[in-house]
T-cell receptor, first 112, second 111 residues
Framework: EAQVTQNPRYLITVTGKKLTVTCSQNMNHEYMSWYRQDPGLGLRQIYYSMNVEVTDKGDVPEGYKVSRKEKRNFPLILESPSPNQTSLYFC???????????FGPGTRLTVT | GESVGLHLPTLSVQEGDNSIINCAYSNSASDYFIWYKQESGKGPQFIIDIRSNMDKRQGQRVTVLLNKTVKHLSLQIAATQPGDSAVYFCAVTEGYQKVTFGTGTKLQVIP
């Protein structure tokens, strides 16, 4: 089954404790993105990647890092999480640079 | 940068009626537009897309209209069903995969 998986689905952590949210897709897609979703703000792009070792900032990259060492994986790293990073995070992938994005199920992160 | 807005945060329609959800964007260079549906507790799901060289595209029960002159996009859902209840987002792409989403319209279908 074609899908995007994210782990963990739920995470509660404390300020400053480094964490990684994993994202994996099994569709051999070149393009992958991370979004955060906050009430009243919709989805905002954090980072995106056009291929292995090629990443670029989206609209809200501050406080986040990403890496793309393999085509299927695109982890999101929060080196020092802060409460304003409490949000619902989605990973997505697509075949081309203009095309349908397939979204993961989301990761709800709470930073206290 | 691009800004994308939706005209109504909530839309209530009777089952069987047609629904129209609107979206406005700011960047005239935007060339690819997508509508997504998000059900509660799930990630967004692709509905339909349209490129800037078109002004209308139809799918199954859905139609997207693009007016580049006024930078306006709309999603029409025919014969709205209870299963259409969700939040609908328009998204605009300008170059590569940098995507800007609108804030979403919650569609409520009244049985």
């Amino acid at each position: 089954e074609a899908q995007v998986t994210q782990n963990p689905r739920y995470l509660i952590t404390v300020t400053g404790k480094k964490l990684t949210v994993t994202c994996s897709q099994n569709m051999n897609h070149e393009y992958m993105s991370w979004y955060r979703q906050d009430p009243g703000l919709g989805l905002r792009q954090i980072y995106y990647s056009m291929n292995v070792e090629v990443t670029d900032k989206g609209d809200v990259p501050e406080g986040y890092k990403v890496s793309r060492k393999e085509k299927r994986n695109f982890p999101l790293i929060l080196e020092s999480p802060s409460p304003n990073q409490t949000s619902l995070y989605f990973c997505a992938s697509s075949l081309g640079d203009r095309g349908e994005q397939y979204f993961g199920p989301g990761t709800r992160l709470t930073v206290t | 940068g691009e800004s994308v807005g939706l005209h109504l945060p909530t839309l209530s329609v009777q089952e069987g009626d047609n629904s129209i959800i609107n979206c406005a964007y700011s960047n005239s260079a935007s060339d690819y537009f997508i509508w997504y549906k998000q059900e509660s507790g799930k990630g967004p799901q692709f509905i339909i897309d349209i490129r800037s060289n078109m002004d209308k595209r139809q799918g199954q029960r859905v139609t997207v209209l693009l007016n580049k002159t006024v930078k306006h996009l709309s999603l029409q859902i025919a014969a709205t069903q209870p299963g259409d209840s969700a939040v609908y987002f328009c998204a605009v792409t300008e170059g590569y995969q940098k995507v800007t989403f609108g804030t979403g319209t919650k569609l409520q279908v009244i049985p």
